[in-house]
Nanobody
């Protein structure tokens, strides 16, 4: 059974940093794309950052220059380093992955809350 488990969320003041972690299990994710979405109250879920199996990255314009997505040395881990956090970054953050050739994200974590106070 595939599982994605996020950790690292919490409450931080504006300008601070947090590092989210995602541990995937149930299969090998070496060839999977990995990503982070977020959903704020009353808003749609949006893609924050993504990384391919080859290491290419993509970021939402709102987080470029502040967030960094990376894959861990262990094949089944992915991180999201978040710096210079803003109150508008407050949301539930979800780890996700997709199989090679899949048109959308196949697996989702339960989410971790990030709250940025002003």
């Amino acid at each position: 059974q595939v599982q994605l488990v996020e950790s690292g969320g919490g409450v931080v003041q504006a300008g601070g940093s947090l590092r989210l972690s995602c541990a995937a299990s149930g299969r090998t994710f070496r060839n999977f794309g990995m990503g982070w979405f977020r959903q704020a109250p009353g808003k749609e879920r949006e893609l924050v950052a993504a990384i391919t199996s080859g290491g290419s990255t993509h970021y939402a314009d709102s987080v470029k220059g502040r967030f960094t997505i990376s894959r861990g040395n262990a094949e089944n881990t992915v991180y999201l380093q978040m710096n210079s956090l803003k109150p508008e970054d407050t949301a539930v953050y979800y780890c996700t992955s997709h199989r090679p050739g899949s048109s959308w994200w196949d697996y989702w974590g339960q989410g971790t809350q990030v709250t940025v106070s002003s």
